[in-house]
T-cell receptor, first 115, second 110 residues
Framework: EAGVAQSPRYKIIEKRQSVAFWCNPI?????LYWYQQILGQGPKLLIQ????????DSQLPKDRFSAERLKGVDSTLKIQPAKLEDSAVYLC?????????????FGPGTRLTVL | SQQGEEDPQALSIQEGENATMNCSYK?????LQWYRQNSGRGLVHLIL?????REKHSGRLRVTLDTSKKSSSLLITASRAADTASYFC??????????FGSGTRLQVQP
């Protein structure tokens, strides 16, 4: 079974530029999550999708962050414009309601550096 | 804000020793999960314990949960160098996906 795929793995941009991340969850997983992990901290949920609908985006900085999940499969997360404090690893995860004991499956992440 | 807080922040032990990490949280939960993160395999789910369970085992892992104290512990027995990683507890309150703690960095010396 293929895992959660993310791209790119690394991205370096200057502040005020835009950036987009892509995630392909495990096939059949209806729930998709984007987390932000700042160095030395645990992941923080940014947004949760159930199929192509948003379940929770209360911690998403909506003035600069946006996310979509077209057709309930792939998802993109965009930052426009980026700030220095956005430097972090952006993790995508997916899960299935049929297997809560298995937890969430995480992708390798995209490491963003904002200069 | 972080729901869970792990203790200690860092732990260094010798191979073969046991490692114990603690997690405290603030609000009522449906379940509590432990994850491991290292550079090679990213963030991986280890074990889930439900709010009505007190102890759970999986291989060399033992997790306890005390809902009255809002705390959990993860015990890794007979540690190996490959167990070197950061360990996070994550709480599921049913209101938000998961809230992660700040993690314990475990170093197992060969």
């Amino acid at each position: 079974e293929a895992g959660v795929a993310q791209s790119p793995r690394y991205k370096i941009i200057e502040k005020r530029q835009s950036v987009a991340f892509w995630c392909n969850p495990i096939s059949g997983h209806a729930t998709l999550y984007w987390y932000q992990q700042i160095l030395g901290q645990g992941p923080k949920l940014l947004i949760q999708f159930q199929n192509n609908g948003v379940v929770d985006d209360s911690q998403l900085p909506k003035d600069r962050f946006s996310a979509e999940r077209l057709k309930g499969v792939d998802s993109t997360l965009k930052i426009q414009p980026a700030k220095l404090e956005d430097s972090a690893v952006y993790l995508c995860a997916s899960s299935t309601p049929r297997g809560p004991a298995m937890g969430q499956f995480f992708g390798p992440g995209t490491r963003l550096t904002v200069l | 804000s972080q729901q869970g807080e792990e203790d200690p922040q860092a732990l260094s032990i010798q191979e073969g020793e046991n490692a114990t990490m603690n997690c405290s949280y603030k609000t009522s939960i449906n379940n509590l999960q432990w994850y491991r993160q290292n550079s090679g395999r990213g963030l991986v789910h280890l074990i889930l314990i439900r709010s009505n369970e007190r102890e759970k085992h999986s291989g060399r892992l033992r997790v306890t949960l005390d809902t009255s104290k809002k705390s959990s512990s993860l015990l890794i027995t007979a540690s190996r160098a490959a167990d070197t990683a950061s360990y996070f507890c994550a709480t599921d309150t049913g209101r938000r996906a998961l809230t992660f703690g700040s993690g314990t960095r475990l170093q197992v010396q060969p």
